[in-house]
């Protein structure tokens, strides 16, 4: 062995602790760590000859590149839709990469962890109360869940006309309708061959509204003159957290024929809290749904699922298949995660989720979710009554708003660059219905009133030194 790795192993307490030390830290710190910085690297380094070890190579992560960090799992960070991670999500986190499972298999001499990951999918539908019909699996992201349910979704059309595009390749115009799809679902129409302008866009709801006009639905889809297509739908869209109406969709597929999608990245967390569950009324009715893990449910980055009724395995499997391996057997006797998902190596990606599920239990995160929306109405109210108008209503746990006054839109980038320079918090620019606005997104576990008192000061000295 090297000697510098046999150094690390007879060491590796030490580092541990060390490690753990780093983390406690910067967590216990977290309310003062600035939400942005203008702090940079040289992105470049000298490979050494020699390794340095892990602890000189910690010292240098910590002179030279820890200083990039923001409070992006902190309680202030608006911007995106933006979860923080629990203390359960960093212990599954970390052990993810501890135990370091290849996580394929649910049967077979080389692991089995994949049946963590079935049972971490089970409790997902308990929370949501979504039935077990559907196959779930772990991806990294809502873009990656799109894409795979998308290219179901592909196959699927295929089969309508007895062909198999997985196979052959696309040989049928893809017909796709949606109204106000997330842009990863645009940028999976490119990766799938489908053509990211090759979608028809449905009109959304008279007045304030982001969900899809079910009457104009019907229209487009009459104009197809029967032939299938593919329904991108939302169940939370990012400006306004709108809701596309899924009773009346469901009642839509007895008399057409389409595989309905929906993108519930953040808003399926909408099922857990009695006060809006009414927003997903129905979505168990679709082929497929998203949802992200690293928004809502509060555990670090790349984890979300995808939820694909189980009836569908036969197009999952032409799908994503590794059919020129012979040494994997027959696909469906012998369930692997590599036959049904775009990856093949996989981490124990399940246990963070996991691990939170356990630790907090279903009133832990009706409690969050609660939180989260209580919070963005209080902000929203203190907005109103200070310089600021909300460009939409709060639905859920996104705030969409802009300076007061039509001739203060030229400011309002001015305004949020200057705001989020002052590092004590952090929100993202939009655009909503031809106007220049800001988003703040309430996601974090960690978020209390006071933090959105602090930041309405903030905003009000930002403002008066416009
Ligand atoms: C965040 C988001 C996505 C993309 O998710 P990633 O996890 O960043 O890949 C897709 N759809 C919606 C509605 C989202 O909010």
């Known amino acids: 062995m090297n000697s510098i790795l046999q150094h690390d192993l007879n060491n590796f307490e030490n580092i541990l602790e060390k490690t753990k030390q780093q983390g406690v830290d910067f967590l216990n710190n977290i309310d003062n760590v600035p939400t942005s910085n203008s702090y940079s690297i040289d992105p470049k380094t000298v490979l050494n000859e020699l390794g340095l070890g892990s602890i000189e190579a910690l010292k240098e992560f910590n002179e030279r590149l820890a200083p990039l960090m923001v409070s992006s799992p902190g309680?202030?960070?608006?911007?995106?839709?933006?979860?923080?991670?629990?203390?359960?999500?960093i212990v599954g986190d970390w052990l993810a990469s501890v135990y370091d499972q290849n996580t394929q298999a649910v049967k077979a001499q080389?692991?089995?962890?994949?049946?963590?990951?079935?049972?971490?999918?089970?409790?997902?539908?308990?929370?949501?109360?979504?039935?077990?019909?559907f196959l779930?699996?772990?991806?990294?992201?809502?873009?990656?869940?799109?894409?795979?349910?998308?290219?179901?979704?592909?196959?699927?059309?295929?089969?309508?006309?007895?062909?198999?595009?997985?196979?052959?390749?696309?040989?049928?115009?893809?017909?796709?309708?949606?109204?106000?799809?997330?842009?990863?679902?645009?940028?999976?129409?490119?990766?799938?061959?489908?053509?990211?302008?090759n979608y028809t866009v449905v009109k959304t709801i008279e007045g304030n509204r982001e969900a899809l006009d079910i009457a104009d639905l019907e229209e487009k889809i009459k104009t197809l003159n029967g032939k299938p297509f593919i329904l991108i739908s939302s169940a939370g869209t990012v400006n306004t957290a709108d809701f596309d109406d899924f009773e009346a969709i469901e009642a839509l597929k007895e008399k057409y024929n389409f595989w309905w999608h929906i993108d519930a990245a953040f808003g399926g967390f909408a099922a857990v809290s009695e006060k809006?569950?009414?927003?997903?009324?129905?979505?168990?009715?679709?082929?497929?749904?998203?949802?992200?893990?690293?928004?809502?449910?509060?555990?670090?980055?790349?984890?979300?699922?995808?939820?694909?009724?189980?009836?569908?395995?036969?197009?999952?499997?032409?799908?994503?298949?590794?059919?020129?391996?012979?040494?994997?057997?027959?696909?469906?006797?012998?369930?692997?995660?590599?036959?049904?998902?775009?990856?093949?190596s996989r981490r124990l990606r399940a246990l963070p989720a996991w691990f939170s599920l356990k630790a907090y239990g279903k009133e832990g995160f009706r409690d969050i979710i609660e939180n989260s929306t209580a919070l963005a109405l209080h902000f929203g109210n203190a907005l109103i009554e200070n310089d600021f108008e909300l460009l939409a209503p709060i639905r859920l746990n996104n705030v969409c708003f802009t300076l007061k006054g039509e001739q203060n839109q030229e400011k309002v980038n001015e305004f949020l660059s200057a705001l989020n320079d002052t590092g004590k918090v952090f929100m993202t620019p939009t655009v909503y219905q031809g106007k220049k606005g800001i988003r703040a997104s309430f996601v974090n576990w960690r978020t209390r009133e006071d933090d959105v008192k602090l930041v309405i000061e903030e905003m009000r000295e930002v403002l008066s030194e416009l």
């Open 75 to 89: 309680p202030r960070y608006w911007g995106f839709v933006t979860g923080g991670s629990t203390p359960a999500s």
């Open 110 to 133: 080389g692991g089995v962890s994949a049946l963590i990951e079935f049972e971490t999918i089970n409790l997902l539908l308990q929370l949501l109360e979504l039935p077990d019909s």
């Open 136 to 197: 779930g699996g772990f991806v990294t992201g809502a873009t990656m869940s799109n894409f795979t349910a998308l290219g179901v979704a592909r196959q699927w059309f295929g089969k309508q006309f007895g062909k198999d595009f997985a196979k052959n390749g696309i040989s049928e115009p893809i017909n796709i309708l949606t109204a106000t799809p997330h842009s990863s679902s645009v940028k999976c129409l490119s990766l799938l061959g489908i053509g990211s302008q």
């Open 276 to 344: 809006y569950k009414q927003f997903v009324k129905g979505w168990e009715g679709a082929e497929s749904i998203t949802i992200d893990c690293h928004k809502w449910l509060n555990v670090p980055y790349e984890s979300a699922f995808v939820l694909i009724k189980k009836e569908h395995i036969n197009l999952q499997i032409e799908t994503f298949q590794n059919s020129n391996a012979p040494y994997l057997g027959n696909p469906l006797e012998n369930f692997n995660y590599l036959n049904v998902l775009p990856e093949n």
